[in-house]
Nanobody, 120 residues
Framework: QVQLVESGGGLVQPGGSLRLSCVAS????????MGWYRQAPGKQRAMVAT???????NYADSVKGRFTISNDNAKNTVYLQMNSLKPDDTAVYYC??????????????WGQGTQVTVSS
């Protein structure tokens, strides 16, 4: 079993920055990719950014140029540096990991979420 714990959320003014962290713990075999998703009130959960264990990165169009995802495979950790934050970025941010003994037996794990509020 794998547990994901996020940290770093909070209240920030428009134009500000936050850095989210997510650490995977438990019985770790292979983490094939990790990522960040967010869910705003009344909206579906949506992908923000993902990174594979080999370093391939994908961003949602709405955050390109403002957010940066990075990972530390040795620490089973993924980060999300969020700059130039906008009120529309307000949401609960969830960490996600695709993990398993082999890729054919991998499954998705979710963290409990961390609130990010962008407001003046």
């Amino acid at each position: 079993q794998v547990q994901l714990v996020e940290s770093g959320g909070g209240l920030v003014q428009p134009g500000g920055s936050l850095r989210l962290s997510c650490v995977a713990s438990g019985t770790i075999y292979n983490i094939y990719n990790m990522g960040w998703y967010r869910q705003a009130p009344g909206k579906q959960r949506a992908m923000v950014a993902t990174v594979t264990s080999s370093g391939n990165i994908n961003y949602a169009d709405s955050v390109k140029g403002r957010f940066t995802i990075s990972n530390d495979n040795a620490k089973n950790t993924v980060y999300l540096q969020m700059n130039s934050l906008k009120p529309d970025d307000t949401a609960v941010y969830y960490c996600n990991a695709y993990h398993g003994l082999t890729i054919s037996r991998a499954r998705t794990y979710w963290g409990q979420g961390t609130q990010v509020t962008v407001s003046s």
